[in-house]
T-cell receptor, first 118, second 111 residues
Framework: GAVVSQHPSRVICKSGTSVKIECRSLDFQATTMFWYRQFPKKSLMLMATSNEGSKATYEQGVEKDKFLINHASLTLSTLTVTSAHPEDSSFYIC??????????????FGSGTQLSVL | SQQGEEDPQALSIQEGENATMNCSYKTSINNLQWYRQNSGRGLVHLILIRSNEREKHSGRLRVTLDTSKKSSSLLITASRAADTASYFCATRGSTLGRLYFGRGTQLTVWP
């Protein structure tokens, strides 16, 4: 199957700092990637759809200025949590279709990033 | 909400037993997918069933879909300790790839 690599796996930062999370498709090109957030024992919440070469599409209620998404190449999308606060602490996961056109509907997920803001 | 909702929230069984998890959803769907997540890890796709299908098998997995009841079930037969994980159903939004997940069923299989 297609491989999605996410880095870092865990990050601890001070309140007010910014944190960047990278999501790479290793063996395929992904014109679209998706960012999810997961709270303990809760469902995954879709945050935004990252589109290569264009602006991300954010879900209702997600602050675009808080969660900056950049999809500069067909294999890399980044999520930057700006001015992080303790309430931003969560598990963030990226995913992508292996078929850049989206014809293959199953998603391949990164291993996730556990963010802890002190 | 387009999210699926799994039932039960937690399931604990012995190795060799079958595990059944259910998923209900609210809107019409194109397909429904089941994913597995080990603790602190990303999700792994298990199986996809399309709206015009009623049942699908993959190894020890059996998925059913009842679009009239807006529900699906995932059956894992002859469970193993390695099956211990959270299982999520996901429905697709209007855009390919935009999946909406439920809260999952935490399955624990005791050796």
């Amino acid at each position: 199957g297609a491989v999605v690599s996410q880095h870092p796996s865990r990050v601890i930062c001070k309140s007010g700092t910014s944190v960047k999370i990278e999501c790479r498709s290793l063996d395929f090109q992904a014109t679209t990637m998706f960012w999810y957030r997961q709270f303990p024992k809760k469902s995954l919440m879709l945050m935004a759809t990252s589109n290569e070469g264009s602006k991300a599409t954010y879900e209702q209620g997600v602050e675009k200025d808080k969660f900056l998404i950049n999809h500069a190449s067909l294999t890399l999308s980044t999520l930057t949590v700006t001015s992080a606060h303790p309430e931003d602490s969560s598990f963030y996961i990226c995913s992508a279709n292996s078929d850049g056109r989206g014809a293959n509907e199953k998603l391949f997920f990164g291993s996730g990033t556990q963010l802890s803001v002190l | 909400s387009q999210q699926g909702e799994e039932d039960p929230q937690a399931l604990s069984i012995q190795e060799g037993e079958n595990a059944t998890m259910n998923c209900s959803y609210k809107t019409s769907i194109n397909n429904l997918q089941w994913y597995r997540q080990n603790s602190g890890r990303g999700l792994v796709h298990l199986i996809l069933i399309r709206s015009n299908e009623r049942e699908k098998h993959s190894g020890r997995l059996r998925v059913t879909l009842d679009t009239s009841k807006k529900s699906s079930s995932l059956l894992i037969t002859a469970s193993r300790a390695a099956d211990t994980a959270s299982y999520f159903c996901a429905t697709r939004g209007s855009t390919l790839g935009r999946l909406y997940f439920g809260r999952g069923t935490q399955l624990t299989v005791w050796p």
